[in-house]
């Protein structure tokens, strides 16, 4: 036991100094900064950022397609309940669709498991917009959402330029990579191997701006939604997000 905890005190003290740089940067915006219970991870958490309260989260993976160590990132926003939208890598929607259709022709199951997250069922669930002005956008991202019209709006401006920007460097081709808008607040999820303080910085940016941009078409949706599937209603609410919690 003392071993134990020996070594849970010298990986601690370690990560302190490795992630100095990122708890300063942290702080100097106002949030707090603290190491998981087990020392291999951080959790920053901002509530009184723009657009809205901030979690980042470094650590061990909570997503199968996600080897390894992952960041993922949430952004309250208190959207309209029914804007759902989701841009993802496109090596990684293919993978995805993949698993989705083997789940489908599976035997042994008969239909998609509630477990299964948000990002494989609106696969199926959602139509693609394929209409991005950029070229380079239709290349690298799939883009999906509860209509086309929403799914566009949100991409075809400032996001859609960062987006594009992000793939030339912050987001190599293939590099997995999902941002989602859901239940009101904005989600980030990508591979990271290790937390960097430069690359965390313009990760929290591209959130910002997704963010903006879902705020600026929220108000398109009236009080009747926009009009989801019968499936759509059936899955949303039947399970909870595995989400940067």
């Known amino acids: 036991m003392v071993v134990k905890q020996v070594k849970h005190w010298l990986v601690t003290r370690a990560n302190a100094a490795r992630w100095r740089p990122i708890q300063d940067w942290a702080e100097a915006r106002g949030a707090a900064f603290n190491q998981t219970r087990d020392g291999q991870g951080f959790l920053i958490e901002q509530p ?13 993976s909570q997503r199968s397609y996600l080897p390894g160590t992952e960041l993922r990132m949430r952004c309250e926003m208190g959207l309209h309940h029914d804007l759902q939208l989701m841009v993802l890598c496109r090596t990684l929607m293919e993978n995805l669709e993949r698993a989705v259709f083997e789940a489908y022709t599976d035997t042994l199951k008969t239909r998609i498991d509630t477990d ?5 069922r609106w696969l199926v669930m959602f139509p693609k917009f394929n209409g991005a002005g950029s070229q380079l956008l239709r ?24 987006l594009v920007q992000a ?21 980030l999820r990508t591979e990271m191997t290790e937390p960097d303080l430069s690359r965390l910085q313009a990760f929290v940016r591209l959130l910002e701006c ?25 899955w949303t609410h039947s399970t909870r997000p595995g989400d940067a919690s």
């Open 167 to 187: 793939s030339q460097d912050l987001l190599p081709d293939g590099h997995p990579f999902v941002l989602m808008c859901m239940r009101g607040n904005l989600y």
């Open 116 to 120: 299964t997250p948000e990002e494989m």
């Open 210 to 234: 997704a963010a903006r941009e879902a705020q600026r078409i929220s108000g398109r949706l009236s009080e009747a939604g926009a009009w989801p599937t019968t499936t759509s209603i059936a």
């Open 48 to 60: 009184k950022a723009q657009p809205g309260p901030l979690r980042i989260e470094w650590g061990v």
């Open 139 to 162: 290349q690298r991202y799939g883009l999906v959402g509860v209509t086309k019209e929403l799914t566009g709006a949100w991409v075809e401006g400032e996001l859609g330029e960062a």
